[in-house]
């Protein structure tokens, strides 16, 4: 059977899975480092990549590969193919004016009607903005503008700076590509295609002209591999997906459908869901991103989940697993104690400025158990409130998928059954954006969505408790009240 690799740059690292086409199956896979900061310089991702693919065994045998990644972060190039200046990602904030800039002008309607989106700091609109404010000299040299998964897949195929040893291609703009996801993060993409007014808007009379890559459907080939090895370990002739942002080929590695709900615990919390129509929320609660499956993928995103477990775990000088078991020990609701966990801010509610709040004190409610519980409560009221939204604007809810790290504790699994009005289920840990942009390149080698199935560790049914979401409603109104 043929084989297909995924593979997912993102913030942290580089990771490629290898799989069977036609089942599945993990067949090998690799990762490499990326290198800290919110500006890093493109190379260093490649270098990742050529690191993660050696590490997987080389690409032998791979009959497709497709390259997701993070969204948002702006890679700019020259006429000669090189890169202009270390690439700006997501969770670069310096743009944060920029934003405000844009919204003030053309107004947050306007945007959210023509791409879905209202433009915040991490969009690639914002950070275009920025560049030709504070660092006009380098504005006027871009010539092209990419996404990370963009440029990679770019690269891949052999295209790069003009005499560049691994760029056989050479600087050819016109063939960069992109897919209709990582399009719809940049907030000049809406679903009639690329807005160059609003590309004008954010980078000046250079919008008018530079290159921006293609959209490719799901099963669209970007290229293919070139005929010259861009490196050891990278055949030719190897078709190069569309590739994706990071939570459209989470979702398709999830093979997640109209009416499922991914809620993701990481650093950082996002809550998703695929729809069958378009999305546009002038509040900016809801990203109305497009997916990699043809369809769209609103989004809420919060900044504060794991680390709210991390912090009340080291206030109780516990290991998570010890944080659970106490959670467990209290009563849904934490005898009335409630934590809104806005420790570093919040962007959903847009409350950059706020800071935590633990309310429902009392000699009885004031325990460890009750801490413990609260904590978790708190972060799952949070993402709720995302889901919440997410309903507000139309879209159906019939499950939620609970993903990352901190879904593989059970006390987290248990209360955000309660927390959550639907059903839970708990896909078994994976890497879900990379094995999403190899059931994409699966999908370009064959023509046909795979059927691979998703295996699920533990199935909750819905038994929401209203006093959790209630005590949390008046005590979250009371920090926007103050803030």
Same mark, same amino acid.
């Given at each position: 059977?043929p084989?297909v690799a995924g593979?997912?740059?993102s913030?942290?690292s %580089?990771k490629?899975?290898?799989?069977?086409?036609?089942?599945?199956a993990?067949?090998?896979?690799?990762? +490499?480092?990326h290198?800290?900061?919110?500006?890093? &310089?493109?190379?260093?991702?490649?270098?990742?990549?050529?690191? =993660?693919i050696?590490?997987a065994?080389?690409l032998?045998?791979?009959?497709?590969?497709s !390259?997701?990644?993070?969204q948002?972060?702006?890679?700019?190039?020259?006429? $000669?193919?090189?890169?202009?200046?270390?690439?700006l990602?997501?969770?670069?904030?310096?743009?944060?004016?920029?934003?405000?800039?844009?919204v003030a002008?053309?107004?947050a309607?306007?945007?959210?009607?023509?791409?879905?989106?209202v433009?915040?700091?991490?969009?690639?609109a914002?950070? *275009?903005?920025?560049?030709?404010?504070?660092?006009?000299? &380098? =504005?006027a040299?871009?010539?092209?503008?990419?996404?990370p998964?963009?440029?990679?897949?770019?690269?891949?195929?052999?295209?790069?700076?003009a005499?560049?040893?691994?760029?056989?291609?050479?600087?050819v703009?016109e063939a *960069? @590509?992109?897919d209709?996801?990582?399009?719809?993060?940049t907030?000049?993409?809406?679903a009639?295609g690329?807005?160059?007014e609003?590309?004008?808007?954010?980078?000046?009379?250079?919008?008018?002209?530079v290159?921006?890559?293609r959209?490719?459907?799901?099963?669209?080939? @970007?290229?293919?591999?070139?005929?010259q090895?861009?490196?050891?370990?990278?055949?030719?002739?190897?078709? !190069?997906?569309a590739? +994706?942002?990071?939570?459209?080929?989470a +979702?398709?590695? *999830?093979?997640?459908?109209?009416?499922?709900?991914?809620?993701?615990i990481?650093?950082?919390?996002?809550?998703? +869901?695929?729809?069958?129509?378009?999305v546009?929320?002038?509040?900016?609660?809801v990203?109305?991103?497009?997916d990699?499956?043809?369809?769209?993928?609103?989004?809420?995103?919060? *900044?504060?989940?794991?680390?709210?477990?991390d912090?009340?775990?080291?206030?109780l000088g516990?290991?998570?697993?010890e944080?659970?078991?106490?959670?467990?020990e209290a $009563?849904?609701?934490?005898?009335g104690?409630?934590?809104?966990?806005?420790?570093?801010?919040?962007?959903?509610?847009n409350?950059?400025?706020?800071?935590a709040s633990?309310?429902?004190?009392?000699l009885?409610?004031?325990?460890?158990?009750?801490?413990?519980?609260?904590?978790?409560?708190?972060?799952? %009221?949070?993402l709720?409130d995302g889901l919440d939204?997410?309903?507000?604007?139309?879209v159906?809810?019939r499950?939620v998928?609970l993903?990352?790290?901190?879904?593989?504790?059970p006390?987290?699994?248990?209360?955000a059954?309660q927390?959550?009005?639907?059903?839970?289920a708990v896909?078994?840990?994976?890497?879900?954006?990379?094995?999403?942009?190899?059931r994409?390149?699966?999908?370009a080698?064959?023509?046909?969505?795979?059927?691979?199935? !998703?295996e699920?560790?533990e199935a909750?049914?819905?038994? @929401?408790?209203?006093?959790?979401?209630a005590?949390?409603?008046r005590?979250?109104?009371?920090v926007?009240?103050?803030d």
């Amino acid at each position: 059977m043929p084989l297909v690799a995924g593979v997912d740059s993102s913030t942290q690292s %580089c990771k490629v899975v290898v799989r069977d086409a036609a089942t599945g199956a993990l067949v090998r896979s690799g990762r +490499a480092a990326h290198p800290d900061g919110t500006e890093v &310089h493109p190379d260093a991702w490649w270098r990742a990549l050529l690191a =993660a693919i050696a590490d997987a065994g080389g690409l032998d045998g791979v009959a497709a590969i497709s !390259v997701a990644g993070q969204q948002h972060g702006l890679v700019a190039l020259d006429a $000669e193919g090189e890169v202009v200046r270390p690439a700006l990602l997501w969770n670069d904030t310096r743009s944060a004016g920029a934003a405000a800039d844009l919204v003030a002008e053309l107004g947050a309607a306007e945007y959210a009607a023509r791409t879905g989106v209202v433009p915040v700091a991490s969009f690639t609109a914002t950070k *275009l903005r920025w560049l030709r404010d504070h660092e006009p000299e &380098h =504005a006027a040299r871009v010539a092209a503008v990419a996404l990370p998964h963009d440029w990679l897949s770019w690269r891949l195929r052999g295209y790069g700076p003009a005499g560049a040893a691994d760029a056989p291609l050479g600087p050819v703009l016109e063939a *960069l @590509a992109t897919d209709r996801s990582d399009a719809s993060g940049t907030a000049y993409w809406g679903a009639a295609g690329y807005d160059r007014e609003l590309l004008v808007a954010a980078l000046g009379p250079r919008g008018r002209d530079v290159v921006l890559p293609r959209v490719l459907g799901p099963a669209e080939r @970007a290229g293919e591999t070139p005929a010259q090895p861009v490196a050891p370990g990278v055949p030719a002739g190897v078709p !190069v997906g569309a590739g +994706a942002g990071d939570n459209a080929a989470a +979702a398709l590695g *999830l093979d997640a459908r109209a009416g499922d709900v991914v809620v993701s615990i990481g650093t950082s919390g996002t809550v998703f +869901a695929v729809a069958e129509e378009p999305v546009a929320d002038a509040s900016g609660a809801v990203a109305g991103f497009a997916d990699a499956a043809g369809g769209w993928l609103p989004l809420v995103a919060t *900044l504060n989940a794991a680390r709210v477990l991390d912090a009340t775990a080291g206030l109780l000088g516990v290991d998570h697993a010890e944080l659970g078991r106490l959670a467990l020990e209290a $009563e849904p609701g934490a005898s009335g104690l409630v934590l809104v966990p806005y420790f570093e801010g919040e962007r959903t509610p847009n409350l950059p400025d706020a800071t935590a709040s633990l309310t429902g004190l009392t000699l009885a409610s004031t325990t460890r158990a009750n801490l413990a519980r609260a904590a978790i409560e708190g972060m799952l %009221c949070g993402l709720a409130d995302g889901l919440d939204a997410l309903r507000a604007v139309g879209v159906a809810a019939r499950r939620v998928l609970l993903i990352g790290g901190a879904a593989q504790n059970p006390a987290v699994r248990r209360i955000a059954a309660q927390v959550f009005d639907l059903p839970v289920a708990v896909p078994t840990p994976g890497e879900y954006v990379a094995d999403g942009a190899a059931r994409q390149a699966a999908w370009a080698l064959s023509g046909e969505r795979p059927g691979w199935g !998703v295996e699920v560790a533990e199935a909750l049914p819905a038994d @929401a408790h209203p006093v959790i979401r209630a005590q949390y409603a008046r005590a979250s109104r009371g920090v926007s009240a103050r803030d």
